[in-house]
């Protein structure tokens, strides 16, 4: 069974700027690419994404084509840095876009997103990883998104530190544990779902 999935890398720092981001969301594609699913990503901070609710916010808005993307992919795989123990504001843009499924609930209940999986990777040197997951995974099961067992990726330093997840010349055996626990799970659940999605209430 073919599975895609969607990578968005919500750093703050444009392209070509090194992100510690990109270096995890690279690693959770390559843990589902073992799994069979292909893929790619985007950075999301390049795009034009309006602040709104709404799926299209007016001329210029690269929003609706990238959600486009979104919702052909089986898995979505959002990786945020941390600041002042939040998510980025480029990953709080992207689920206030999200807003708008709501308004895609059919008569029969079901979201358009039922079906669909989604994992999430942190980084940071301050604490606040498991505090920025729930925020995150809160908002994707609210708007329909499905979250496999097990903690998300993530990786903090050490507070105040200037040491980032890329300067890493090794990844922490920790961290690759969970990344291939959350791979292995996030395509097995989006293998179950594709089979066999929620039925209507």
């Not at 052909?72 to 708008?100: C, F, H, N, Y």
Request: proline letters at 5%; one cysteine or more.
């Amino acid at each position: 069974m073919a599975l895609t999935a969607l990578g968005l890398n919500c750093t703050l720092s444009a392209s070509p700027h090194p992100s510690s981001s990109q270096k995890l969301l690279d690693q959770l594609l390559e843990g589902l690419g073992k799994h069979g699913v292909t893929g790619d990503s985007a950075r999301v901070v390049d795009l034009n994404i309006k602040p709104g609710v709404r799926h299209d916010e007016g001329e210029g808005d690269d929003w609706p084509a990238l959600r486009k993307r979104m919702m052909a992919a089986d898995i979505l795989v959002m990786v945020t840095p941390i600041w002042m123990g939040q998510p980025s504001s480029v990953a709080k843009r992207v689920v206030e876009r999200m807003d708008a499924i709501l308004g895609d609930i059919g008569d029969d209940g079901r979201y358009p997103t039922f079906g669909k999986v989604a994992i999430v990777g942190v980084v940071g040197n301050e604490d606040g990883a498991h505090h920025v997951t729930a925020e995150m995974y809160q908002a994707l099961a609210d708007v329909g998104f499905t979250i496999p067992a097990g903690s998300s990726a993530y990786w903090v330093g050490e507070a105040m530190s200037d040491k980032n997840y890329i300067d890493l010349k090794k990844t922490p055996e920790a961290v690759l544990k969970t990344i291939a626990t959350l791979t292995t799970n996030a395509a097995h659940l989006a293998k179950l779902l594709k089979a066999s999605n929620y039925p209507a209430p």
